[in-house]
């Protein structure tokens, strides 16, 4: 029995230690959820207290729901994530397939210069992005958005993939082109199902920054009935009054379809991972 | 059914040459088995026969057509593989039928192919249980069930029983035997295990660095092997080299295969050590180290016994020897 002491005490310094993270992590998270259901007094003078009885208030909420279209923004942003990672999954799955699986000239070269976009923020293009968009009349809409954040997922997406891509044995491909499957065929209906655990988390990876982005809203995508999420709750932040009410609960309601996303994501994460250990 | 050509066949990897221009004839119905040590190239010629890898020069030709030009699934070919490669999203039954799906059969005919093969394989059980539910037996096959599904000109087998263990082997390589004889088919093996080589084969073809060393029936390359590669490889345990000018003998070496060595506590040819005994019941294989010849396997039959570092005397029946020049030819 004493030798499992150790291993014990160490267990528990482990779950302490990763607590502490998950507590320090998730407080910030916390004090917007709770303060977003109390009254504007109650948020100043006890700004980390649960809403009680005395000071629960829900006119945050029912100022974000008057004001604004918050409906379509919450749609907004939702499109503009959906869309961009379905085109970087896509892209990005088929490239990193093409490099994996391919050898052809320049093989090494071109998987570098795709990776390359890891090292670059898309950021610095701004205004080359923003004439180009101005140029070819995507000003304004959600396409502009699409593609930047398409631009701007695909590095990572193409870079992990393909890595995954090349644990995929080669004797199943070849069985496929055995038995006739087309190259299209294989890469949808043997390769992908089999990388799914990285897909998932390149989806993890590329969603959160595009969810909570505000530059590129700001600059290509200012207008009404195109901003999304993030970009709605700043009406709430003005140069000389801040209504915290509504910006919290503003707030509070844009962690929901992104914490849903993620839930959906990880449990492919995790059936992934238990497929592959059980086979 | 059809009979496989390679003419003059090569293959190279950017410099470096993989399969040094090779003609090689499997006729009809014949199993052929190309046997080598790894980086050999047989698994490489395989797969250039099944069109998974393109050819650098030659022509394959199968059932007097050219072949080498068309892509894998219209080669008239199917493949088993080592790693079995069943698809994990399809039932046994769609496993077996997708060939025969993509080829645009119709479904009677489809359903009529897989339960014959299923039959011939005892697969019935099976049929609609997905990959992941079966033994690696099963899935080996099951893999077997969906190449014989598309009634091909020609098989062929990545060595199919690598990942399987030891008694599963014994019986799948009987039941690739037994089918053999009743398909009739061309069938091309790929081992780097020569008792799975002598076992199955019509033919052998042995391979080095991409180059083939001899081509023969098991008997053949047992009985007459070309040089001392060959010799080394066909037989288990291996065949013993000594130094011919020791023993009095022309040529460089005498090859000695270890049941044709006599093992004697008071005289012989060769003094030499025990140096290591390993007992299988039926037979004794003694390890007896020389300080001329180097390690020599004996093989007894029945139960011996010898103290580790006993002084023997080893002496070789040299009417049953093989006689190697310096460059490892044979001489007769």
Redesign the interface.
Known sequence: MRATHPAKRQSIAAHAVLLTYTLIALFPVFVIVINSFKSRRAIFAEPLMPPLPGNFDLVGYATVMKQGDFFQYFLNSMTVTCASLFFVLLFGAMAAFALSEYRFRGNMLMGLYLALGIMIPIRLGTVAILELMVATGLVNTLTSLVLVYTAQGLPLAVFILSEFMKTV?D??K????????SEYRIFF??VL??VRPAMATVAVFTMIPIWNDLWFPLILAPSEEVKTITLGSQVFIGQFVTNWNAVLSALSLAIIPVLVLYLIFSRQLIRGIT?GA?? | MGALHLSNVSKSFGKTEVIKGLDLTVQDGEFCVFVGPSGCGKSTLL?MI???EDLSGGDVALDGKIISTL????RE???V?????????LTVRQNMG??LK??GESKAAIEAAVTRASAMLELGPYLDRRP?ELSGGQRQRVAIG?AIVRRPKLFLF?EPLSNLDAALRVATRIEIARLHRDLGATMVYVTHDQVEAMTLADKIVVLRAGVVEQVGSPMELYNNPANTFVAGFIGSPQMNFLKADALGEHGATLGIRPEHLTLSPLHGDIAAKVSHVEKLGGETLVYVRHDHHGLLTVRLFGEHDFAYNADVFVTPDRTRAFRFNAEGKRVR
Do not use: E
């Not at chain 2, 892509?71 to 219209?74: L, Q, R, V």
């Not at chain 2, 593989?81 to 698809?87: N, R, V």
């Open positions: 044995s004797d199943l070849n069985a496929g082109r055995i038995d006739g499957l209906t043997l199902p089999l497929a059980v086979k | 797969r099944a069109g998974l892509p894998p699934a219209k070919i199917a493949m593989f080592q790693t079995y490669a069943l698809y994990p999203h997708l060939a993509q080829a992941a969906r990545d």
